[in-house]
Every structure is written in structure tokens, then in C-alpha cells.
């Protein structure tokens, strides 16, 4: 991915922070020579180290991808800006925050450990309601999805949030993007002025 410095995030605490987030995102491998991209969520190992997941048996990408060097991209909220919006010259663009992430996948069917990383994804997504629905998989439910495991070789951070714009204008982006509905961009710069 192309990062200008001002737009590049190094700090590993606020990139982890990002990853649990967003966990939703794009696994990006090789099918038979062509690219190919499943939408799925990831879970951040607890040593972030890795990246785990799963896969439909019947998706063709997990045919191929053990051992394969794979790219995930993960979006956090993103929206258009106009140059309407700047007291300065400026052109039409796009604030977005993304982390890409580069490493080594490595499939697995072991049952325990679907089990687990099962549990772990809806105990996550679950926790927020309020009667959480309880992981009750049968054998072959867990014998259709193969689980993956990404050690991370490599993590890219990007925020492009009108930092390189003066003040006044990245205030009015915020205030613009407030009033169109665009709250979770305009805290992102709020936080990340």
C-alpha cells in the first residue's frame, strides 16, 4: 500500500487497536493463478502474533491457500470529502482509516479447535447483545468450514485523515462529516488530530 509519512501509523498499540475493531476484512491469496478475496472476520491472537479465522469448505480458496503468502485488508470508517468543505484550495478526495496486513496461512481442521475459535468469534460479536445466542455446533456444522491461521510477517497502517490539510479545514471536515452522518470518521480524526 502507498503511505505519504503523514499518513503512515507506526504505533503498534493503536494498529492492534484498529485490528480489533475492524476485524471484518478481506483474505487476499492465490486460486489457480488468479487472485481471489473472501469477506470474513478475523480474530487478533492474545500474543498478536497471529490472525485466525475460518472459511467455508466449500470455498475454493482454502483448497489452495495452506502455506501460501496471503495479504488482509481491513477498512474502519472511510467517507468522500469536498473541497467545498476547505477555507483553502484544495481537490475532491477520500478520508479512510486501513490496515493491511502481509504473512503465512496455514489451514486447520483439528474439531477442538474450530470449537474454539467458534466461541471465540461469537463471544465476541455476541457479547454486546443482550441475550447472547450460545455456540451449539454439531459435528458436521464444524466439518464444513476449514479454520486458517495467518502468522503476521508484516502489518501496514494508513489513516488518511486530512492531516495534511491546516487546521481550520480538518475542523470543518470534522464538523461536515458530523452533520452528514459520517461520526465514526469524524472522532477518528477528533482522536487522531
Known amino acids: 500500500m502507498h503511505i505519504p509519512r503523514h499518513f503512515e501509523v507506526t ?3 493503536q494498529i492492534f487497536a484498529f485490528i480489533e475493531a475492524n476485524g471484518f476484512g478481506q483474505l487476499i491469496s492465490s486460486v489457480q493463478g488468479k487472485l481471489f478475496s ?3 472476520p478475523f480474530l487478533l491472537s492474545s500474543d498478536k502474533q497471529k490472525l485466525v479465522g475460518h472459511l467455508a469448505k466449500q470455498n475454493p480458496q482454502h483448497s489452495d491457500i495452506d502455506t ?3 495479504l488482509v485488508t481491513l477498512q474502519g470508517p472511510h467517507a468522500y470529502i469536498s473541497p467545498s468543505w476547505y477555507r483553502s484550495p484544495g481537490v ?3 478520508n479512510y482509516q486501513a490496515v493491511h496486513i502481509y504473512g503465512v496461512c496455514q489451514v486447520f ?3 477442538e479447535k474450530l470449537k474454539k475459535l467458534i466461541e471465540s468469534l461469537t463471544g465476541k460479536y455476541e457479547s454486546s447483545f443482550q441475550v447472547p445466542w450460545q455456540p451449539d455446533y454439531k459435528a458436521s456444522m464444524l466439518g464444513a468450514i ?3 491461521e495467518i502468522t503476521i510477517d508484516e502489518i501496514q497502517g494508513k489513516f488518511k485523515l ?3 490539510r491546516p487546521a ?3 475542523q470543518r471536515v470534522i464538523e461536515q462529516l458530523s452533520k452528514s452522518g459520517s461520526i465514526n470518521l469524524a472522532r477518528a480524526m477528533r482522536r487522531n488530530g
Do not use: A, L, M, Y
Request: glycine share 4%; hydrophobic share 20%.
Open 11 to 13: 504505533d503498534d498499540d
Open 38 to 40: 473472501s469477506h470474513i
Open 68 to 70: 501460501q503468502s496471503v
Open 92 to 94: 475532491p478526495t477520500w
Open 109 to 111: 481442521d483439528d474439531r
Open 146 to 148: 476449514i479454520g486458517i
Open 162 to 164: 486530512s492531516q495534511n
Open 168 to 170: 481550520k479545514d480538518k
